[in-house]
């Protein structure tokens, strides 16, 4: 029984499809699979697969958040400034994930206690906060930040970079969450038929202030690791954020209509994006070409896994 | 009478948006003195129209449901343009046949859209972030220069130039003459025609539409196909407006048209939406951003607002509909 | 008092901040009145939509800094038509039409001062790779014609990647790491804008190549301050913004006032520290050479 | 006996629509207590407030002995009151075990859920319902109706509940499935639960139910202990008014037939159908739930594509890719899950009704006349009585009675040659019920075909001229005889325990 759905999953598809590239890279370049390249990609997905945790589970109850980015600009913004103005780096690391959290509660109060759909309360959000961000900045961008500020970024644990460290356990823990915790059933349940849920006795309104508190959580500790790796603030730090998020989450077999997906299937996909755009490089691909190949496989991928479950429904 | 009034504005977005537009004509007109202007009024439409073209592309592919979105609305856009700008510019073609091939582009582009949305039965939000990268990456290449970078495309002959630039008693001609005239016409094929009950639903539940014997399939390739289209005719008009084809021509477009979309009240859920209210909010939107620049606020705080205006307008209609809507 | 209007490719980057500042000083010290707007991505045609507003509005002066050199032509037009004096700042466009173009360095000059910082910091041979912005960024994209120019004058120097990053410095990075991974035995990476030049940088440090690859490339001195602090950049190339700014605003008011500039001699600007030279050929304002920063010079600069 | 809940003077109103107009209830530990009342009286309306899905707008709730205020079925769950609703909630993509389990789970010391126990449980729970449970790992959406139902009902079993209502369990399943549900209600009711059961089988209360209360119009017509009371008495408190008679069935004369099918296969769902349908003959199709014989019939209406044989109209192979060439060559059907298939439930009744012939109501450039569009929902509605303030009426927001009118309006709307009805009476009050009998046997009279597929074996009997019966996707039995046509017969058929012919 579970073995007929891993094999019907999408996580397999994109997990073989994935395979099946780093097989192709690895024979065409000696420089694809060294630890130093496999560092490079895992580092290029930490923040999008921290993000995409949040997004995975938003998609889920059939909700959507277009405003990731513009969160983790002013995450960002926060962390920088704190940084700059005689804070200790641990609280502006602090201060900036929490305010990632504020922001996330914020789209939870107009969502899940207003009611408001989801996509217009985060397309304002989004737009507004592009906003705030600029002015909180006054137009000008934080460089040379003190290096503890970007342990987020830069800090290392036995070795391994603290992003990949923090990728692994957040990936590791809210798969677990959504698998064996009432609340993570919950969440899947009000994205099936929140009239079902409400009415088997699930606080369907906790549930979703829940889920978009705890991506703008998510958001802030991906805004923390961006702001580590890149060491400067722009006015437009996130921008297209959100977008990379919800590609990887979908790619990796969420159902953008909600109800069903997983964590781990949204690392997929966005490691999926990630191995193909370093690859190309790799390989010198002229640059312009690029986009053209990550579409088409992209496209092929999913293709192939829909082929393979047709007759299914 | 005021009763009526509030109620009306609950459940009807286009008259809610109407409502707000005039405020905001009201407003503005005393805070700035060139804004009531006739000359102003005019001349702003011309700034809706590639934007309002898209959104009515995304009003109709969200209605369709089932997550239905095109974020290579922009892309084609560009792609459209640049195929006019390199038959033209570049090789020489004549002008009419290369607008048509451009515009033919764009209902390729959907047809691909759509094929793999209703016949391979791929999300579309796969599908259209897949084409997204695909059209921008061959509009950039073909927009190649000899020199091997992607470059702009601005030498067409003179007479192109009337599309998006001629105005009559200052009213742009995309405005009269393209524009308006196929607003009605899509408003029509919406709320009056089989084809827009089809449509509606298909959005509401494409197993209750399978099941009524609605092509369902149809239905969806078709808007996808009307939208590649609209982006089509969008290219057009713009690269003729600014004189100039550029593979990024359409970058940012995709998010502002589907937020266009939803203001007017198109349901991302699908199988709601309307003309009349996307059309409202893109002349909203036009009016807002003319307002805010006249008014020397910084276009930084343009988004800012519509984003205050995206949320403050959906409190405004759940008060309003909690009052309103449930008394007869 | 005349009213001069700039507007900038996009608002809120590190450069155009710095003409924004030299813009303000010159309206303070002419006493006219400086209007700074543009749009929030380098969109050409939310630029045209600004410059109507700004025509509707009724200013004395426009100068832009274009996002595409034609597509401004007939808004600028317009502009003309209704008696504003309409001039290009920082790239040029609207040719036929604009009155002058307040050109900070001539595009071939800047390609080939970038390409002769990367020779001199690889020694005159070896490998180097470019990351640029947009691919579809004009003035990148003559820079970078330019530069390979200039290559063909270099036999033992070899370009091996043109990538693209974006305006995004998270993304420079990866794609820096990514080219360094593909090369490892390029010598120099360029940055041809604000941000990538920064991101490569980072990324020479992050692979621990840091005194194997020079980073170099086109940016403000704030975002490479604290890299030539760390010894993976040694030089890289800009001009004065602040000054252009400066210059833009100054040569509009004396355009306004009905004034000719002298050709071909450097004439004396009062504010800015360069003798700027008028072409009446092509009707340019060029501020200066680039100038090429080094840990020498780049605490003068404080943009 | 105790006194359990206790609903005193309940009045609900949606807009201008008064539901319930100050309803008493009582309901008393152990006992089965009936509600009964035509379509729209208001039943379902007095369930959602009795487990706090909706809130009324006046009147108290009592619950052992104590007012309670039921803001939200969290509130009736944590006191013991658990519902299936009418309308079958499900989450599809996610398992029966959750479905089961989703609100109720059973935790490890940790707080985990305990996926083990849980799928222990369920098991167990399906097996006291005699069900295989052979499916509870896959997603509730691939089950059918009648295994959703199941299911929810052993949701509701597994609560500790003191309290069970049963809105409408039976309306599509078999008499099997029926008997034990029966059963286990007798269990329930030896342990003191109380237990309310609204059904519109009459026939089946005296079996099960202690009293019955009859509603009618948003208010109550009386409580009788069972004993005391007929169907007939029934009849006339709910409807007020007589049941119409019966039309008399004369026999068709299997001269042309119209649709044949030959040995349909389709992989895991049926195998070698094979079977003729005469011009003007009523076909029944009997058999247990999932059976087969929905997937049969929309293979039929070109829903789905079948793996070999062949499907001849008038003799000639045909080729149905799609519903619309099925409608094309004058064949309807009508679904059996009205929420999922059958009806646009945020739309309006007349744009459900006009949906499949909308192409012939089109005027010049495929605009819609909406003047006959009008014309036709109206007529629907009158004919039909749906009870509905108009045509532009939301079809959501009609009793589940009338939502099944306005489903087979739809479908007579086409007029069809071959006309296939699944479940076709499902939820639908006695008067009605025969009113849609009726017009059954009026339209096979005028010479078109029509297939039933029920659960309900009486309306088998009563309607069918011939009946085939399912079990497990095969056909296992044929009665081609009137008279061979019995309970115990099809019910022999539909277990499969052998092939059953009754042709002479
Ligand atoms: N959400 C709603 N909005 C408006 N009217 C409603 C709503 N729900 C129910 N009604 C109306 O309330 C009345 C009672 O409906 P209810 O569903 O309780 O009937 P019922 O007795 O369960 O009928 P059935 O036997 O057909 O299920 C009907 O007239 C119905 O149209
Ligand atoms: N108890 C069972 N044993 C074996 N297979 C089953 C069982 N229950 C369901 N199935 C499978 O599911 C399919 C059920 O289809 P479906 O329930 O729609 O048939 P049906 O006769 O129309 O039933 P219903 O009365 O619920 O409408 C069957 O073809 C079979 O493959
Ligand atoms: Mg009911
Ligand atoms: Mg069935």
């Not at chain 4, 007349?350 to 819609?368: A, E, H, R, W, Y």
């Amino acid at each position: 029984m579970e073995l007929k759905k891993i094999i019907k999953s999408r996580e397999l598809t994109v997990g073989l499809v994935m395979i099946g590239l780093i097989v192709f890279f690895s024979l065409s370049s000696e420089r694809f699979l060294t630890t130093n390249n496999i560092k490079n990609i895992l580092l290029q997905v930490s923040s999008i697969g921290v993000a995409s945790i949040g997004m995975t589970m938003i998609i889920i109850t059939g909700g959507i958040d277009v405003s990731a980015g513009s969160i983790l600009g002013i995450v960002a913004v926060t962390l920088g400034k704190a940084a700059t103005n005689g804070f200790p780096a641990w609280l502006s690391i602090i201060l900036g994930i929490l305010v990632g959290l504020a922001l996330g509660s914020v789209n939870a109060s107009f969502i899940a206690l207003l009611g408001i759909p989801p996509i217009i309360v985060t397309l304002g959000m989004m737009s507004l906060l592009r906003s705030l961000a600029y002015t909180f900045l006054g137009g000008r961008w934080i460089a040379s930040l003190p290096g503890a500020v970007r342990w987020m970024g830069l800090g290392k644990i036995l070795n391994v970079p603290v992003p990949i460290w923090l990728t692994i356990i957040l990936v590791a823990y809210f798969s677990y969450f959504m698998r064996y915790r009432p609340l993570g059933r919950y969440i899947y349940a009000v994205g099936n038929s929140l009239e079902a849920a409400r009415v088997s006795g699930v606080d369907t309104k906790r549930i979703l202030f829940f889920v978009y508190a705890l991506a703008g959580l998510m958001y802030g500790i991906a805004g923390a690791i961006v702001v580590g790796r890149a060491g400067i603030v722009q006015t437009n730090t996130g921008n297209n954020f959100e977008l990379q998020v919800i590609a990887a989450t979908v790619l990796g077999g969420t159902s953008i209509l909600g109800g069903k997906g997983t964590i781990v299937g949204s690392i997929l996909g966005s490691l999926l994006v990630a191995v193909l755009s370093n690859g190309l490089i790799l390989l010198n691909v002229p640059a312009l070409t690029e986009g053209l190949i990550i579409g088409v496989l992209i496209l092929g991928s999913v293709a192939i896994d829909v082929i393979k479950n047709r007759g299914e429904e | 009478m005021m009763k009526k009034f509030l109620k009306l504005m609950a459940v009807n977005r286009s008259f809610f948006l109407f409502v707000f537009l005039i405020g905001m004509f009201v407003v503005f007109s005393f805070i700035i003195p060139e804004f009531s202007t006739i000359y102003n009024v005019l001349n702003m439409t011309k700034y809706g129209v590639e934007i309002g073209l898209l959104a009515f592309a995304e009003t109709l592919i969200i209605i369709s449901g089932g997550g239905g979105i095109d974020l290579s609305i922009g892309s084609i856009l560009s792609l459209s343009a640049m195929v006019i700008g390199v038959l033209a510019g570049r090789l020489g073609v004549n002008i009419v046949i290369a607008s048509i091939l451009g515009i033919i582009t764009g209902g390729l582009c959907g047809v691909v859209n759509g094929f793999f949305v209703s016949f391979l039965r791929i999300p579309p939000l796969i599908v259209t972030l897949s084409t997204m990268y695909v059209y921008d990456s061959l509009a950039l290449l073909i927009a190649v220069d000899k020199w091997g970078n992607p470059m702009p495309v601005s030498n067409f002959p003179y007479g192109y130039y009337f599309i998006g630039q001629q105005t009559y008693f200052n009213i742009p001609f995309q405005v009269i003459a393209i524009f308006i005239p196929l607003a009605l016409m899509l408003h029509f094929v919406l709320s009056k025609t089989t084809f827009g009950r089809y449509l509606v639903a298909t959005g509401n539940s494409e197993v209750v539409a399978r099941f009524s014997s609605v092509p369902v399939r149809r239905v969806k390739f078709t808007v996808y196909v009307i939208g590649g289209f609209l982006a089509g005719l969008a290219a057009l008009i713009m690269t003729s407006r600014i004189a100039s084809a550029r593979p990024d021509l359409g970058a940012g477009l995709n998010l502002q048209a589907i937020t266009i979309a939803v203001l007017g009240g198109t349901n991302i859920m699908g199988g709601e939406g309307s003309i009349l209210g996307t059309l409202m909010a893109i002349v909203v939107i036009t009016a807002l951003y003319n307002g805010l620049q006249l008014a020397g606020i910084s276009s930084i705080w343009q988004v800012g607002t519509l984003g205050i205006i995206l949320i403050g307008s959906a409190i405004a209609n759940i008060i309003l509909s909690k009052k309103f809507s449930s008394v007869e | 008092t005349y009213k001069i209007a700039f507007i900038p490719k996009l608002v809120g980057i590190p450069y155009f901040n710095a003409m924004e500042a030299g813009g303000k000083r010159a309206a303070k010290d002419l006493g006219v009145e400086f209007i700074y707007t543009g749009p929030t991505t380098d969109s050409v045609a939310k630029q045209i939509e600004i410059i109507d507003n700004l025509i509707t509005k009724g200013v004395d002066a426009i100068a832009v800094a274009p996002n595409d050199p034609a597509a401004i032509t007939p808004i600028m037009k317009k502009a003309k038509e209704k008696g504003i004096l309409v001039l290009t700042s920082d790239t040029d466009g609207a040719e036929g039409v604009r009155e002058l173009f307040v050109n900070q360095a001539r595009a071939k000059d800047i390609g080939y001062t970038v390409m002769d910082v990367v020779a001199e910091l690889m020694d005159y041979k070896g490998k180097f790779a470019i990351v640029s912005g947009g691919p579809t960024a004009w003035n990148l994209n003559t820079w970078i014609m330019y530069l390979q120019q200039r290559l063909a004058e270099y036999p033992d120097i070899e370009l091996v990647t043109i990538r693209y990053a974006g305006e995004d410095v998270q993304r420079a990075v990866d794609v820096g790491l990514s080219v360094i991974q593909a090369f490892p035995d390029i010598k120099v990476i360029v940055g041809m804008n604000s941000t990538s030049a920064p991101g490569v940088a980072e990324a020479v440090e992050l692979a621990g190549k840091v005194g194997q690859i020079w980073a170099t490339g086109i940016t403000v001195p704030s975002m490479m301050k604290e890299h030539m602090k760390k010894g993976s950049v040694k030089k890289f190339v800009l001009w004065d913004p602040e000054n252009l700014g400066y210059l833009t605003v100054w040569a509009a008011k004396y355009l306004l006032d009905g004034n000719e500039f002298p050709a071909n001699t450097p004439i004396d600007v009062p504010g800015i520290d360069t003798k700027p030279i008028y072409y009446p050929e092509t009707k340019e304002l060029v501020l200066g050479p680039p100038l090429v920063f080094t840990p020498e010079n780049i605490d003068k600069y404080n943009f | 006996m105790d006194s359990v809940l206790k609903a005193k003077k309940i009045v609900k109103n949606f807009g201008g629509v008064k539901a319930l107009r100050g309803v008493d209830f009582e309901l008393l530990a152990g006992e089965v207590h009936a509600l009964v009342g035509e379509n729209g009286a208001g039943k379902s309306t007095l369930i959602k407030i009795l487990t706090g899905v909706l809130q009324p707008d006046s009147g108290e709730i009592e619950y052992f002995g104590k007012n309670v205020v039921l803001d939200s079925p969290r509130e009736a769950h944590e006191l013991g009151i658990v519902a299936v609703y009418q309308e079958p909630l499900v989450y599809k993509h996610l398992s029966v075990v959750e479905n089961i389990f989703i609100g109720n789970e059973i935790k490890k010391r940790n707080g985990d859920v305990d996926w083990k126990k849980e799928r222990d449980v369920t098991r167990e729970l399906l097996k006291s319902l005699d069900i295989d449970p052979y499916f509870i790992d896959e997603p509730m959406g691939s089950l059918s109706t009648g295994l959703q139902q199941l299911a929810l009902i052993a949701k509701a079993l597994n609560y500790n509940a003191k309290v069970i209502i049963f809105d409408e369990p039976t309306a599509i399943l078999t008499e099997h499935e029926t008997q034990r549900l029966f059963s286990i209600i007798k269990k329930l009711k030896e342990k003191e639960v109380g237990i309310i059961y609204i059904s519109h089988r009459l026939e089946e209360l005296p079996q099960i139910a202690d009293r019955v209360t009859i509603m009618r119009d948003g208010q109550v017509m009386g409580t009788f202990n069972m004993n005391e009371i007929n169907r007939e008495k029934m009849i006339e408190l709910m409807a007020g008014r007589a049941v119409i008679e019966e039309i008399d069935r004369k026999p068709p004369k299997y001269e042309e037939v119209v649709l044949e099918v030959e040995n349909l296969n389709k992989k895991g769902l049926y195998q070698d159908i094979s079977f003729k349908l005469y011009k003007g003959e009523i076909l029944g199709f009997s058999g247990l739930v999932g059976a087969g014989r929905s997937e049969v019939m929309q293979t039929i209406f070109g829903l789905i594509k079948p793996d070999s044989g062949k499907i001849k109209i008038n003799s000639k192979e045909v080729n149905i890719k799609d519903p619309a060439s099925a409608m094309n060559i004058g064949i309807a059907y009508v679904p059996e899950d009205r929420g999922a298939q059958g009806l646009f439930r945020a739309l309006a009744i007349s744009f459900n009704i006009t949906i499949p012939i909308i192409d012939q109501l089109s005027k010049f450039f495929g605009m819609v006349d909406k003047d006959k569009e009008r014309e036709i929902s109206e007529n629907y509605l009158k004919w039909f009585q749906i009870k509905a303030p108009s045509i532009y009426t939301l079809v959501n927001n009609l009793s589940g009675g009338n939502q099944q009118k306005v489903l087979l309006s739809k479908w007579l709307a086409t007029s069809p040659k071959i006309l296939i009805l699944d479940e076709p009476t499902r939820g639908v009050d006695v008067a009605v019920k025969s009113q849609i009998h009726n017009e059954i046997l009026r339209l096979a009279e005028s010479g078109i075909s029509i297939i039933i597929v029920s659960s309900e074996l009486p309306e088998i009997i009563k309607l069918s001229d011939r009946v085939i019966v399912m079990h497990e996707g095969r056909i296992t039995g044929r009665f081609d005889k009137k008279d061979s046509i019995t309970p115990t017969n099809l019910l022999n058929a539909a277990t499969g325990s052998r092939m059953v012919y009754s042709r002479d």
